[in-house]
């Protein structure tokens, strides 16, 4: 049950309590309903995908990435992710709807991956292609279930005490439109009045008694009502800030080649881990990686090169938006590398290598985000430098208000 998907049942409710009006009217407000209901799944998701931290952007994209790795380096490359699903709900909106949405489990969960390897003056030399699966996925809040629990409970109770009292004002409207006998339908108090409540509910984040209509308010005392939704979104809120810190582990497999006809350069296969380590406040997670590369290359005539490297560390959100501390605005990690060369270590090559390395994170926009990754040799005590930019596209487009 989620926030979005609460409101949208508000409205359902408020909608059909008027079940006396024209044919043509409830076909008009059913329309209108869907529409409401399909832009408030969008939002969501739009919404979760924003507040992901990114590092985890980096991980698994929601939408869609484009990135341009190693700009001041040698090794440039124009890199682009792409959701499964996010591709498939571009051509078919009706995955949006709450049950197509939940049997999307393994698009959700899978994205297309390509690179366009660049050389020093940005010409393509080569191009890297595969794809990426989240084997655990349990931090997607957008599936976040509650029945059944405390919040379950609370959000039932209201919605009784809330239908019941929208019940009495209805038939108090009705009462005056009877007596005053308006000429169209639209010129009805029933009309305007539970257009206001409905309009109220669609452009509220939660249930607040502010934006309701004076004439609601006094009609009926929901001091009760409000502050059981309150106690709702609390409990709400919570779930999602521990389902958010949840296992997410991601298998990938990628194959590299190089601007020569039918030239295989790189095969590799990696395993990503998160998992949150704080209960509150700002997000902080702990991110294991490993892979294994087979690399083939006439350069030193070395067939099956295998290289081997793991990293761990943990990504703290430092600076976060102060009215929302799971969205993160600068992020912070320091992690430590190895890597061995496992067969065909060229010659004067060391075949181990450790390196203490701090990738600092900055978003500039809601979607944009600036990566710098310092590494140090511990051994030979050298800096190397990686600028990236990542700009994570959401696949749909906000309402116009």
């Not at 739009?46 to 931290?53: I, W």
């Not at 929302?324 to 590398?337: A, D, I, M, Q, R």
Request: proline content about 2%.
């Amino acid at each position: 049950m989620k926030k979005k998907s609460i409101l949208a049942l508000l409205i359902l409710l408020l909608f059909f309590s008027v079940n006396k009006l024209h044919s043509q009217t409830k076909q008009q407000t059913a329309e209108a309903v869907a529409k409401e209901s399909t832009e408030q799944a969008k939002t969501l998701v739009r919404t979760e995908n924003d507040l992901k931290t990114g590092n985890w952007q980096d991980v698994l994209a929601s939408f869609f990435q484009l990135g341009l790795s190693d700009i001041a380096g040698k090794n440039r490359s124009l890199e682009f992710k792409a959701n499964l699903f996010a591709l498939k709900a571009k051509a078919d909106s009706t995955l949006l709807v709450d049950t197509n949405y939940l049997k999307q489990n393994f698009a959700r969960n899978f994205q297309f991956e390509f690179a366009l390897k660049l050389d020093s003056q940005y010409r393509f030399n080569g191009l890297k292609a595969g794809f990426k699966i989240a084997i655990v996925n349990r931090r997607d809040t957008t599936v976040l279930n509650l029945l059944n629990t405390a919040a379950d409970s609370l959000f039932k109770v209201s919605m009784t005490r809330l239908q019941f009292v929208l019940a009495g004002f209805e038939e108090s409207l009705r009462k005056n439109d009877d007596e005053n006998n308006f000429k169209t339908e639209k010129d009805s108090l029933l009309y305007l009045k539970t257009e206001a409540l409905v309009k109220a509910q669609v452009e509220a984040d939660r249930f607040n008694s502010k934006v309701l209509p004076k004439e609601f308010l006094q009609f009926a005392n929901i001091d009760s009502i409000e502050r059981n939704f309150t106690r709702f979104d609390s409990l709400y809120t919570a779930a999602l800030s521990k389902t958010r810190k949840s296992p997410l582990l991601t298998f990938a497999l990628n194959g590299t080649f190089l601007d020569q006809p039918g030239f295989f350069s790189e095969g590799k296969a990696e395993l990503v881990y998160l998992l949150g380590v704080t209960k509150k406040g700002r997000n902080l997670e702990l991110d294991l990686r490993a892979n294994i590369a087979l690399v083939d290359t006439v350069i030193n005539t070395i067939k099956d090169r295998i290289e081997f490297n793991a990293t761990g560390g943990c990504n703290w959100a430092i600076i976060t938006a102060s009215n929302n501390v799971n969205k993160s605005l600068v992020e912070f990690k320091p992690h430590f590398e190895y890597t061995s060369i496992l067969r065909g270590v060229y010659p004067g090559e060391k075949k181990e290598k450790f390196l203490a390395n701090a990738e600092l994170r900055i978003r500039v926009m809601d979607n944009l985000w600036i990566p710098l990754t310092l590494k140090y040799d511990l051994k030979d005590n050298n800096f190397l430098g990686f600028l990236k930019v990542a700009l994570n596209m959401n696949a749909f487009k906000k309402p116009a208000k």
